[in-house]
Nanobody, 125 residues
Framework: QVQLVESGGGLVQPGGSLRLSCTAS????????IGWFRQAPGKEREGDSC????????SYADSVKGRFTISGDNGDNTGYLQMNSLNPEDTAVYYC??????????????????WGQGTQVTVSS
C-alpha cells in the first residue's frame, strides 16, 4: 500500500526555520519525483518545490527561491523540505506528493498521483 506521511510542521516565529519530512512506505521514494505543495486558508493548493527522481533536478516557485531547499531520499525513504526565513505568508498546510510520469518533476498539482495528509505550518509572533 502506497503511503506518504508528512511531519515536522508547527508554530515558528517570523524569520525562523522548519524542516518538513515526507516518509514513504509501500514503494521506493527514490524512484519517484517528489513535490511539495502548500494550501493556505481560502486559497488553492500551489506548488512550492519539486525534485526529480534519484536526486535529480530541482525546481522552486519564485516565492520560495533562496529560502526553501528540497532534498530526496538519502537512504531512509524520506524526502525533506528545509524552510528558512519563514514569514507569515508561508502559513499553510504543506503536502508532499509523488509521481512517476514525465521526465522531470513539476510544480503542477495535476502531475501527481499520490499525496500525504498534510502538516500545518504556522508562522506567527
Amino acid at each position: 500500500q502506497v503511503q506518504l506521511v508528512e511531519s515536522g510542521g508547527g508554530l515558528v516565529q517570523p524569520g525562523g526555520s522548519l524542516r518538513l519530512s515526507c516518509t514513504a512506505s509501500g514503494f521506493r521514494l527514490d524512484d519517484y519525483h517528489i513535490g511539495w505543495f502548500r494550501q493556505a486558508p481560502g486559497k488553492e493548493r500551489e506548488g512550492d518545490s519539486c525534485i526529480a527522481r534519484k536526486g535529480g533536478l530541482t525546481s522552486y516557485a519564485d516565492s520560495v527561491k533562496g529560502r526553501f531547499t528540497i532534498s530526496g531520499d538519502n537512504g531512509d525513504n524520506t524526502g525533506y523540505l528545509q524552510m528558512n526565513s519563514l514569514n507569515p505568508e508561508d502559513t499553510a498546510v504543506y503536502y508532499c506528493a509523488v509521481t512517476s510520469i514525465f521526465w522531470a518533476c513539476s510544480l503542477e498539482e495535476g502531475a501527481y498521483s499520490d499525496w500525504g495528509q498534510g502538516t500545518q505550518v504556522t508562522v506567527s509572533s
